[in-house]
């Protein structure tokens, strides 16, 4: 049996509360929404839709917190500090109803560590419901139940989501940055770090963007350009929880930081499209028309944007990676990294690979997730290549490998191969 919920509370008012409560508007539920000022908290009716407004209720931590007897869903988004959010987990422990479900929308902070010691009660309730940003545009909808999260709470808030909000649910594990965030953010922070030989060699930022996007199946902003978009503050936020949370024996620690120079870029405010300029910058003149720019990463000066040299790239989807020329091998380094990275998470972050394809495109709007590029690819081309570096295959294409099958799919996508070697259906 799943649980009603008709009543939203959302604890910050930000973009992400915002968005949250937007949707949640949107589905046609009542909504209390909450933040630390009433002029933070009214700012964020912004987020909302004329006609949705009159279902939102605003005010204050201080004075409206037991507003939240009423709420069937609670969901947490503020600001990503584990002391703030266990302060605040507490205060609503004390006044939630008996039945109610609190979640938070943190993007990589474990649940275990926001309601340690909260008691059995807020255990059984809690769960994480992460929203990709911006929460009104983005499909994916990562669910991650606790140790002790009730079964019932995850089917509510997985019917609830696909049914009323129209989001893709995707079950992920309380592990370090959950599903999209662990392999996306992986391959933005390992490809700033692997890009830099190949810029000091000549390559320029506008060829790296164009080999790592749509020639792998990624976003045609490619690197630099996904970043401006996200913003650097929004990456280094993510590294350093990466940082405090992956495995000690995790090869995503070695770039669990932002390199030297994007870290000086980050102090001087250089963010991205949200503080006018981070890698590139567009200015607009009076008589109407634009500049152009790239913040060269050599010279570590503004010039005016190049275009991207990609003669004898491959048309094939994901061919470049197979390439012998300096675009095969930063394909090869940057993204084939990123899918060996995947195939070797299963079952840490998911128990399965459709939840990480799902993630992967529903979150980062990658063309296709990492298992079903490799099917695309010739994951028997990725392993002979693997091998002959020397390389140890990682988990997923070892049972590929054993079982000698052609592809993680099969019969048209209906299954998919399971780490035990075995075949499931989709759903």
Not at 342 to 366: Q, T
Not at 400 to 416: C, I, K, M, T
Request: aromatic share 6%.
């Amino acid at each position: 049996m799943t649980r009603k919920i008709e009543t939203v509370g959302v604890l910050g008012c930000g973009t992400m509360g915002s968005g949250i409560a937007a949707v949640a508007a949107a589905a046609g539920c009542r909504v209390v929404m909450l933040d630390v000022t009433n002029e933070s908290a009214t700012a964020g009716l912004a987020a909302i839709e004329d006609e949705d407004r009159d279902r939102v209720e605003v005010g204050t931590f201080e004075a409206d917190l037991a507003k939240l007897a009423e709420a069937d869903w609670i969901v947490e988004a503020i600001v990503e500090d584990l002391s703030t959010k266990r302060l605040l987990f507490e205060r609503v422990e004390a006044v939630r109803s008996d039945g109610s479900i609190v979640t938070t929308n943190t993007s990589g902070i474990p649940l275990r560590d926001i309601i340690e010691g909260m008691g059995d009660r807020l255990a059984a309730d809690a769960a994480v419901t992460h929203f990709f940003n911006p929460a009104k545009v983005m499909k994916l909808f990562e669910v991650v139940a606790g140790d002790g999260t009730s079964p019932d709470v995850i089917e509510t808030l997985a019917d609830f989501a696909t049914n009323r909000l129209g989001k893709g649910v995707v079950y992920a594990k309380d592990t370090a940055n959950f599903i999209g965030n662990r392999i996306g953010c992986f391959y933005l922070l390992s490809a700033l770090h692997k890009a830099k030989p190949f810029l000091a060699e000549g390559m320029t930022q506008e060829t790296v963007d164009g080999v790592l996007g749509q020639p792998v199946g990624l976003p045609p902003t490619g690197l630099y350009g996904l970043i401006d978009l996200i913003g650097l503050d929004v990456l280094d936020l993510v590294a350093r929880n990466l940082a405090a949370n992956l495995p000690v024996d995790d090869v995503g620690r070695a770039f669990a930081v932002l390199p030297e120079l994007e870290q000086q870029m980050l102090q001087r405010g250089q963010l991205g499209r949200k503080s006018g300029g981070g890698f590139t910058k567009v200015t607009k003149h009076e008589d109407g028309s634009r500049t152009n720019e790239t913040f060269d990463l050599v010279t570590e000066d503004w010039r005016l944007r190049s275009e991207p040299d990609l003669a004898g790239v491959p048309s094939g989807l994901g061919d470049v990676l197979f390439a012998d020329t300096d675009h095969g091998r930063l394909a090869w380094d940057v993204f084939g990294g990123a899918l060996r990275y995947a195939a070797g998470l299963v079952p840490e972050i998911s128990d399965d690979i459709v939840n990480i394809d799902r993630a992967m495109r529903w979150g980062f709007n990658w063309t296709m997730g990492p298992f079903e590029l490799l099917d695309v690819v010739g994951a028997d081309r990725v392993i002979a290549k693997i091998e002959h570096e020397g390389g140890e295959l990682p988990a997923m294409l070892g049972v590929l490998a054993d079982v000698g099958a052609a592809g993680f799919y099969r019969h048209d996508g209906a299954q998919f191969l399971g780490r035990d070697g075995t075949w499931g259906d989709i759903d």
